[in-house]
Protein backbone atom coordinates (compact mmCIF):
# COMPACT_ATOMS: atom_id res chain seq x y z
CA UNK A 1 0.00 0.00 0.00
CA UNK A 2 0.91 3.59 -0.09
CA UNK A 3 1.98 5.43 2.89
CA UNK A 4 3.09 8.97 4.56
CA UNK A 5 5.04 8.97 7.55
CA UNK A 6 5.25 12.35 9.22
CA UNK A 7 5.97 12.87 13.41
CA UNK A 8 2.08 13.69 14.83
CA UNK A 9 3.73 16.89 16.85
CA UNK A 10 6.67 18.71 17.01
CA UNK A 11 7.35 21.32 19.59
CA UNK A 12 10.02 24.35 18.92
CA UNK A 13 11.09 28.04 20.27
CA UNK A 14 10.57 30.76 19.22
CA UNK A 15 13.87 32.19 17.22
CA UNK A 16 14.95 28.48 16.81
CA UNK A 17 15.50 26.00 13.48
CA UNK A 18 13.28 22.80 13.52
CA UNK A 19 13.47 20.09 10.57
CA UNK A 20 9.87 18.25 10.21
CA UNK A 21 10.66 14.65 8.41
CA UNK A 22 8.43 12.99 5.90
CA UNK A 23 8.99 9.53 4.50
CA UNK A 24 7.32 7.88 1.67
CA UNK A 25 6.15 4.66 -0.05
CA UNK A 26 4.06 4.98 -3.28
CA UNK A 27 3.74 3.57 -6.51
CA UNK A 28 5.50 5.83 -8.20
CA UNK A 29 6.33 9.56 -8.07
CA UNK A 30 5.24 12.61 -9.45
CA UNK A 31 6.34 15.63 -6.77
CA UNK A 32 6.08 16.09 -3.21
CA UNK A 33 4.27 18.69 -1.39
CA UNK A 34 4.11 20.52 1.96
CA UNK A 35 1.01 22.44 2.72
CA UNK A 36 0.71 24.84 6.30
CA UNK A 37 -2.57 24.63 7.98
CA UNK A 38 -3.31 27.12 10.65
CA UNK A 39 -5.85 25.94 12.88
CA UNK A 40 -9.60 26.56 11.50
CA UNK A 41 -8.22 27.94 8.80
CA UNK A 42 -7.52 26.71 4.98
CA UNK A 43 -4.38 24.74 3.90
CA UNK A 44 -1.76 26.90 1.80
CA UNK A 45 0.48 25.72 -0.50
CA UNK A 46 4.61 25.60 0.69
CA UNK A 47 6.48 24.53 -1.80
CA UNK A 48 7.01 21.51 -4.79
CA UNK A 49 10.05 19.72 -5.10
CA UNK A 50 10.31 16.74 -7.66
CA UNK A 51 13.91 16.59 -8.30
CA UNK A 52 16.72 15.63 -5.41
CA UNK A 53 18.11 18.76 -3.29
CA UNK A 54 16.71 21.81 -1.92
CA UNK A 55 14.58 24.35 -2.28
CA UNK A 56 14.88 27.63 -0.56
CA UNK A 57 12.18 30.01 -0.09
CA UNK A 58 12.46 32.46 2.55
CA UNK A 59 12.66 31.36 6.12
CA UNK A 60 10.82 27.77 5.03
CA UNK A 61 13.63 25.15 2.43
CA UNK A 62 12.17 21.82 1.59
CA UNK A 63 14.29 19.17 0.83
CA UNK A 64 13.85 15.79 -1.15
CA UNK A 65 15.91 12.70 -1.84
CA UNK A 66 14.03 10.55 -4.01
CA UNK A 67 16.30 7.56 -3.48
CA UNK A 68 15.48 7.46 0.18
CA UNK A 69 11.87 7.85 -0.25
CA UNK A 70 12.67 11.19 2.34
CA UNK A 71 11.50 14.53 2.46
CA UNK A 72 12.45 17.85 5.43
CA UNK A 73 10.66 20.82 5.68
CA UNK A 74 12.96 23.30 8.09
CA UNK A 75 12.16 26.26 9.17
CA UNK A 76 14.38 28.88 10.44
CA UNK A 77 13.60 31.76 12.21
CA UNK A 78 10.79 30.80 14.07
CA UNK A 79 8.55 32.87 14.91
CA UNK A 80 5.14 32.27 16.60
CA UNK A 81 2.34 32.55 13.69
CA UNK A 82 4.47 29.12 11.99
CA UNK A 83 2.60 27.74 15.13
CA UNK A 84 0.34 24.83 12.55
CA UNK A 85 -0.21 21.74 11.69
CA UNK A 86 2.40 20.91 8.06
CA UNK A 87 1.08 18.58 6.16
CA UNK A 88 3.11 16.26 3.54
CA UNK A 89 1.66 15.15 0.61
CA UNK A 90 3.11 13.02 -2.59
CA UNK A 91 1.61 12.90 -5.81
CA UNK A 92 2.10 9.16 -7.70
CA UNK A 93 2.32 7.69 -10.88
CA UNK A 94 -1.39 8.21 -11.52
CA UNK A 95 -1.16 11.84 -10.26
CA UNK A 96 -3.20 11.37 -7.31
CA UNK A 97 -1.79 12.98 -4.06
CA UNK A 98 -1.14 10.92 -0.74
CA UNK A 99 -1.17 12.74 1.96
CA UNK A 100 0.60 12.31 4.99
CA UNK A 101 -2.11 13.05 8.80
CA UNK A 102 0.48 15.96 9.03
CA UNK A 103 2.42 16.95 11.99
CA UNK A 104 1.34 19.94 14.59
CA UNK A 105 3.98 22.30 15.48
CA UNK A 106 3.97 24.13 18.65
CA UNK A 107 5.83 27.19 18.95
CA UNK A 108 6.95 28.49 22.52
CA UNK A 109 8.26 32.00 23.85
CA UNK B 1 -12.19 37.97 -1.80
CA UNK B 2 -10.65 34.75 -1.00
CA UNK B 3 -10.15 32.02 -3.95
CA UNK B 4 -12.00 29.27 -2.77
CA UNK B 5 -15.24 30.04 -0.26
CA UNK B 6 -17.04 27.11 1.23
CA UNK B 7 -20.55 27.84 3.14
CA UNK B 8 -21.37 27.34 5.43
CA UNK B 9 -18.47 27.12 7.93
CA UNK B 10 -20.25 24.99 10.48
CA UNK B 11 -23.30 22.72 10.61
CA UNK B 12 -24.90 20.27 12.89
CA UNK B 13 -27.56 17.70 11.55
CA UNK B 14 -29.53 14.73 12.45
CA UNK B 15 -28.65 11.37 10.68
CA UNK B 16 -32.54 12.29 9.11
CA UNK B 17 -31.50 15.51 7.76
CA UNK B 18 -30.71 16.30 4.19
CA UNK B 19 -27.96 19.37 3.52
CA UNK B 20 -25.96 20.86 1.19
CA UNK B 21 -22.55 21.91 1.33
CA UNK B 22 -20.93 24.57 -1.07
CA UNK B 23 -18.23 25.58 -2.52
CA UNK B 24 -17.34 28.55 -4.71
CA UNK B 25 -13.66 29.08 -6.37
CA UNK B 26 -12.75 32.66 -7.97
CA UNK B 27 -9.41 31.33 -9.09
CA UNK B 28 -10.76 30.61 -12.81
CA UNK B 29 -9.29 27.20 -12.12
CA UNK B 30 -11.12 24.19 -14.30
CA UNK B 31 -10.55 21.39 -11.16
CA UNK B 32 -12.68 20.87 -7.87
CA UNK B 33 -12.11 18.64 -5.26
CA UNK B 34 -13.77 17.94 -2.30
CA UNK B 35 -11.50 16.41 0.82
CA UNK B 36 -13.06 14.92 4.38
CA UNK B 37 -10.11 16.36 7.10
CA UNK B 38 -10.83 14.02 10.18
CA UNK B 39 -8.62 14.84 13.40
CA UNK B 40 -4.99 13.34 12.85
CA UNK B 41 -5.57 11.36 10.01
CA UNK B 42 -4.52 12.44 6.43
CA UNK B 43 -6.61 14.09 3.83
CA UNK B 44 -9.18 11.79 2.49
CA UNK B 45 -9.91 12.74 -1.63
CA UNK B 46 -13.64 12.39 -1.62
CA UNK B 47 -14.62 13.48 -5.68
CA UNK B 48 -13.24 15.25 -8.41
CA UNK B 49 -14.76 17.07 -10.79
CA UNK B 50 -12.43 18.22 -14.22
CA UNK B 51 -14.11 20.40 -16.78
CA UNK B 52 -17.23 19.83 -14.76
CA UNK B 53 -16.81 15.96 -14.89
CA UNK B 54 -16.37 13.55 -12.36
CA UNK B 55 -13.10 11.87 -12.58
CA UNK B 56 -13.03 10.47 -9.17
CA UNK B 57 -15.22 8.72 -7.08
CA UNK B 58 -12.97 6.94 -4.41
CA UNK B 59 -15.61 4.21 -2.77
CA UNK B 60 -17.54 7.17 -0.91
CA UNK B 61 -20.87 6.04 0.52
CA UNK B 62 -23.25 7.26 -1.57
CA UNK B 63 -25.03 9.40 1.12
CA UNK B 64 -22.73 11.86 -0.08
CA UNK B 65 -23.62 13.12 -3.64
CA UNK B 66 -21.58 16.00 -5.36
CA UNK B 67 -22.77 18.04 -7.93
CA UNK B 68 -20.60 20.43 -10.38
CA UNK B 69 -23.02 22.86 -12.29
CA UNK B 70 -20.57 24.71 -13.77
CA UNK B 71 -16.43 25.21 -13.65
CA UNK B 72 -16.75 28.09 -10.42
CA UNK B 73 -19.32 25.82 -7.93
CA UNK B 74 -19.47 22.34 -6.29
CA UNK B 75 -21.70 20.98 -4.06
CA UNK B 76 -22.12 17.95 -1.38
CA UNK B 77 -25.50 16.93 -0.99
CA UNK B 78 -25.56 15.14 2.43
CA UNK B 79 -28.23 12.90 3.11
CA UNK B 80 -28.90 9.98 6.44
CA UNK B 81 -25.54 10.52 7.77
CA UNK B 82 -23.89 8.75 10.32
CA UNK B 83 -21.88 10.06 13.37
CA UNK B 84 -18.54 9.15 12.22
CA UNK B 85 -19.04 11.55 9.01
CA UNK B 86 -18.99 14.49 11.45
CA UNK B 87 -15.18 15.95 10.24
CA UNK B 88 -13.99 18.94 8.33
CA UNK B 89 -15.18 18.78 4.88
CA UNK B 90 -12.64 21.04 2.53
CA UNK B 91 -13.22 21.91 -1.06
CA UNK B 92 -10.08 22.60 -3.41
CA UNK B 93 -9.61 24.02 -6.69
CA UNK B 94 -6.53 24.00 -9.01
CA UNK B 95 -5.61 24.48 -12.88
CA UNK B 96 -5.35 21.15 -14.80
CA UNK B 97 -3.68 22.00 -17.99
CA UNK B 98 -2.22 18.42 -19.25
CA UNK B 99 -4.77 16.63 -18.36
CA UNK B 100 -3.41 15.03 -15.29
CA UNK B 101 -3.52 17.00 -11.73
CA UNK B 102 -0.86 19.67 -11.32
CA UNK B 103 -0.96 19.10 -7.50
CA UNK B 104 -0.98 22.62 -6.01
CA UNK B 105 -4.67 23.07 -4.46
CA UNK B 106 -6.05 25.79 -3.21
CA UNK B 107 -8.68 25.35 -0.41
CA UNK B 108 -11.13 26.53 0.99
CA UNK B 109 -11.84 26.88 5.19
CA UNK B 110 -13.77 24.23 5.42
CA UNK B 111 -17.33 23.70 6.79
CA UNK B 112 -17.29 21.50 10.38
CA UNK B 113 -19.86 19.15 9.97
CA UNK B 114 -21.34 17.27 12.75
CA UNK B 115 -23.88 14.68 12.89
CA UNK B 116 -25.83 13.96 15.73
Known sequence: GQNIDQPTEMTATEGAIVQINCTYQTSGFNGLFWYQQHAGEAPTFLSYNVLDGLEEKGRFSSFLSR????????????????SASYLCAVMDSNYQLIWGAGTKLIIKP | ETGVTQTPRHLVMGMTNKKSLKCEQHLGHNAMYWYKQSAKKPLELMFVYSLEERVENNSVPSRFSPECPNSSHLFL????????????????????????????????????????
Open chain 1, 67 to 82: SKGYSYLLLKELQMKD
Open chain 2, 77 to 116: HLHTLQPEDSALYLCASSQDETGDYTGELFFGEGSRLTVL
